[in-house]
């Protein structure tokens, strides 16, 4: 089971940390991702990070901004939001999927396997 928190209502310019909280079983083994969806759009690619944690994937839209980051010894995932934006406005949801490569890297929401319920990040400008 995978949890989001951190969510909230930020400025233009702040920065927001998200969070993703597994339980159940260890992320250790799981390649560890971001998405969004804003009202009306399709899920988007956010960030995406190897189980080792040397591989890291970001959407063009948030590359220079958002920094992903995993704790496997606390099953915890994180989202670093720097500087955001209006359009940064969505649902933020992590996932996971089960990868035998410490070093695999999944970019396309049909491959991972499990979702948490999502945090909502509002943006104001």
């Known amino acids: 089971q995978l949890q989001a928190s951190g969510g909230g209502l930020v400025q233009a310019g702040d920065s927001l940390r998200v969070s993703c909280a597994a339980s159940?079983?260890?992320?250790?083994?799981?390649?560890m991702g971001w998405f969004r969806q804003a009202p009306g759009k399709e899920r988007e690619f956010v960030a995406a990070?190897?189980?080792?944690?040397?591989?890291?994937n970001y959407g063009d839209s948030v590359k220079g901004r958002f920094t992903i980051s995993r704790v496997n010894a606390k099953n915890m995932v994180y989202l670093q939001m720097n500087n955001v934006a209006p359009e940064d406005t969505a649902i933020y949801y992590c996932?996971?999927?089960?990868?035998?490569?410490?070093?695999?890297?999944?970019?396309?929401?049909?491959?991972?396997?499990?979702w948490g319920q999502g945090t909502q990040v509002t943006v104001s400008s």
């Open positions: 996932a996971a999927d089960w990868r035998a490569s410490s070093m695999a890297i999944i970019t396309t929401a049909r491959e991972y396997d499990y």
């Open positions: 159940g079983r260890t992320v250790s083994g799981y390649v």
């Open positions: 990070i190897s189980r080792s944690g040397r591989i890291i």
